[in-house]
């Protein structure tokens, strides 16, 4: 996802203007402003955060990675001056699609996928996984399974991992 950033000078605080932010910033953009600004930029959710090292410099080119957290996942955000125009400055945000832990298996399509292999083999009426699983081979995630009325164990346990997709192996105890 990629969004872009304003900052410029005047007096007092920034303001968000038409998706943009506005602030001053003759030098340099403040830390705290670079990560607001970019927070309103990206349609934030109030749970998530952004962490920079330190402010942006106001000079075309110039870069800063900073740290999203959204759902207890950290992502990288890498920001680029795209433009300075007097005390006015603009940035471009983007966040990259993988978390820094690495890939991972969303919670719905992780119990949709395990529910579409267990109804091969027997009755669903209930599966739900304990949380996302990591995209790397041999993690492991814990779901629960409600078959013929009874609840059964499950583990799945990434097999494979290639660019384009994660495969599990599923394990019914009981």
Do not use: I
């Amino acid at each position: 996802m990629a969004a872009r950033a304003l900052a410029v000078a005047g007096g007092g605080a920034g303001v968000a203007v038409l998706a943009c932010w506005s602030l001053f910033a003759p030098a340099e953009v403040a830390r705290e402003q670079v990560e607001s600004g970019t927070l309103a930029q990206l349609a934030a959710a109030p749970s998530d955060s952004l962490r920079c090292d330190g402010g942006l410099k106001a000079a075309v080119g110039a870069v800063q990675t900073c740290t999203l957290t959204r759902g207890g996942e950290d992502f990288a955000v890498a920001l680029t001056v795209t433009r300075v125009d007097g005390e006015r400055v603009d940035w471009d945000s983007t966040v990259d699609g993988a978390p820094r832990s690495g890939r991972r298996v969303a919670v719905s399509e992780l119990e949709r996928r395990t529910r579409e292999v267990l109804a091969r083999e027997r009755p669903v009426e209930a599966l739900t996984c304990d949380g996302a699983l990591s995209g790397v081979v041999g993690a492991t995630q814990t779901c629960a399974l409600t078959s013929d009325g009874a609840r059964h164990p499950v583990t799945v346990r990434v097999a494979t991992v290639d660019p384009t997709r994660v495969q599990w192996g599923v394990t019914v105890a009981g």
